[in-house]
């Protein structure tokens, strides 16, 4: 792998094509400029035009898409028919399952999911798992938050606002009691002390990625949480279904994007939990960091722009590097998480706290 092609040069795309273009020859693809200028080439184009795609894509070795969710199935389709392998960091269960399907006769790698929750929580999760010799439960949690909260939301949109709605709305698969099912996503609230502060947590679309796949038959529970600040998801089942903005996504998104821009001080939370027995003992199993900004080439970065854009990073260089399979779909909790902190991106999430 040496060319790699990265779409959208928002600040995680952006920083995921920095931190590639340490060691691959990178090129960005977005139909605006980027608001900051890059060390790697940067092709105007607009991926919602296939024929654009079909045109551009042959020729690179991966592509990396930092879309939203909603754009990523054709580029994966075009990475699918000329043998690139694809990463993304979709929280889209209809958008990972069609690639799934691609996979089967896929001649590369279809990595989607690559980002926070799913991606480095699904990792961690299953990090923790292979210390037992029978699982019980597995509960996660991830939470993009600003540091210094103001209003009743508690909330800042430093991720996508189509995918933050996309996983309030669509429901959201668990196992409860052992069997696989869907529940309603900001429903199943519950409370959580970090570092002396109480939290939120609810239920929502997407972030266990393929782990109920994975773990069915082997526990009595499995979930993902994600975390806010007490009052969030009350305000926003207000928001979404006393109003029914629900059926007005675009309009929802409008607004919270122009009510809660982006912040600089923000904070990433990632909490997993797992419970068994080792031989025959009960045992518990935690895993929790805080991640904060920081400085990478002279420049500030937040918390959910690097991790996500590590995350992303971390898993294209372990396909260079052979450590993952070379073909067909990866699951996000097959990737060893010391192999992944020993990469050149990896290598951020041990070191800032």
């Known amino acids: 792998m040496k060319n ?3 779409i959208g040069m928002g600040k995680v795309g952006s920083l995921v094509g920095i931190l590639l273009s340490k060691r691959f020859k990178v090129t960005g693809l977005d139909k605006r400029k980027p ?3 890059l060390p790697f080439e940067v092709i105007p184009g607009d991926v919602s035009d296939l024929g654009f795609l079909e045109k551009t894509l042959p020729g690179f070795d991966a592509v990396a898409s930092a879309m939203p969710y909603n754009l990523n199935l054709n580029i994966a389709k075009v990475a699918h028919k000329n043998g690139i392998h694809y990463f993304d960091l979709t ?18 790698v279809m990595a989607p999911q690559c980002g926070l929750a799913p991606g480095l929580i699904g990792i961690v999760g299953a990090h923790l798992a292979k210390r037992f010799t029978r699982l019980r439960d597995i509960e996660l949690r991830v ?26 709305i669509n429901d959201a698969e668990v196992i409860h009691n052992g069997v696989r099912k869907m529940v309603p996503s900001l429903d199943g609230l519950e409370y959580i002390q970090i570092d002396g502060n109480e939290f939120e947590a609810f239920s929502t679309s997407g972030g266990l990625g393929t782990m109920c796949d994975t773990y069915a038959g082997q526990v009595d529970t499995l979930n993902y949480k994600t975390i806010r600040y007490p009052g969030h998801a009350k305000l926003m089942k207000f928001l979404l279904y006393e109003l029914i ?15 809660k821009p982006p912040v600089q001080e923000d904070v990433v939370y990632v909490y997993a939990v797992v419970e068994g027995w080792k031989g025959s003992e009960i045992a ?13 080439d002279g420049q500030h970065w937040r918390a959910i722009s690097w ?4 995350s992303i990073a971390a898993v294209i260089e372990m396909v260079a590097d052979g450590k993952l399979p070379q073909k067909g779909f990866i699951k996000q909790e097959e990737i060893n998480f010391d192999d992944f902190l020993n990469t050149g991106t990896g290598k951020f999430y041990q070191h800032e706290k």
């Open 4 to 6: 790699v092609l990265v």
């Open 35 to 37: 608001a900051v200028d």
């Open 91 to 108: 929280e889209d269960v209809p958008t990972t399952t069609a690639i799934m399907e691609l996979s089967k006769t896929s001649s590369a």
């Open 143 to 168: 939470g993009a938050l600003p540091r210094y909260p103001n209003g009743l939301l508690g909330y800042s949109f430093t991720w996508s606002p189509a995918g933050v709605i996309n996983e309030y």
């Open 245 to 259: 903005l629900k059926e007005k996504r675009e309009l929802v998104e409008q607004i919270l994007t122009e009510a």
């Open 284 to 296: 518990r199993e935690e895993f929790y960091e805080a991640y904060y900004p920081i400085t990478i």
């Open 307 to 310: 991790t996500t854009a590590a």
